[in-house]
């Protein structure tokens, strides 16, 4: 993080680490560290907590393993689209500065 200096840092990821915060129904080691290295660094997260990033299956609850941080941000806007393009992850949009004007959709071609 010290790399970023004052700059904008804005980090998005699935660490694998379950954690109460994220919505999980329990915390991992793992979940408590990267929950300690996002405090100490002094990173916000961006997810809105009832807004879930990805979708439970079978016995499985929604929760949030994709998280985006960020840090000296500014005018960051987060949005859970809730589409899923077949995933049992949903995509998340993030935009820095002011949120673009405009439709800006565009179809988008799977190719396998």
């Given at each position: 993080?010290?790399?970023?200096?004052?700059?904008?840092l804005?980090?998005?990821?699935?660490?694998?680490?379950?954690?109460?915060?994220?919505?999980?129904?329990h915390?991992?080691?793992?979940?408590?560290?990267v929950?300690?290295?996002?405090?100490?660094?002094?990173?916000?997260?961006?997810?809105e907590?009832?807004?879930?990033?990805?979708?439970?299956?079978?016995?499985h609850r929604d929760?949030?393993?994709?998280l985006?941080?960020?840090?000296?941000?500014?005018?960051?806007?987060?949005?859970?689209?809730?589409?899923?393009?077949?995933?049992?992850?949903?995509?998340?949009?993030?935009?820095l500065?002011?949120?673009?004007?405009g439709?800006?959709?565009?179809?988008i071609?799977?190719?396998?």
């Amino acid at each position: 993080m010290n790399i970023a200096g004052d700059n904008q840092l804005v980090i998005g990821g699935d660490p694998n680490a379950p954690h109460t915060q994220w919505r999980y129904g329990h915390s991992s080691k793992k979940g408590e560290n990267v929950a300690d290295l996002i405090e100490k660094a002094g990173l916000a997260i961006l997810n809105e907590p009832a807004s879930l990033a990805r979708i439970g299956v079978g016995p499985h609850r929604d929760t949030t393993p994709d998280l985006n941080l960020c840090k000296n941000a500014g005018g960051i806007t987060w949005e859970n689209t809730f589409e899923d393009l077949g995933s049992d992850h949903r995509i998340l949009s993030i935009a820095l500065g002011n949120p673009p004007t405009g439709n800006f959709k565009r179809t988008i071609r799977r190719v396998d």
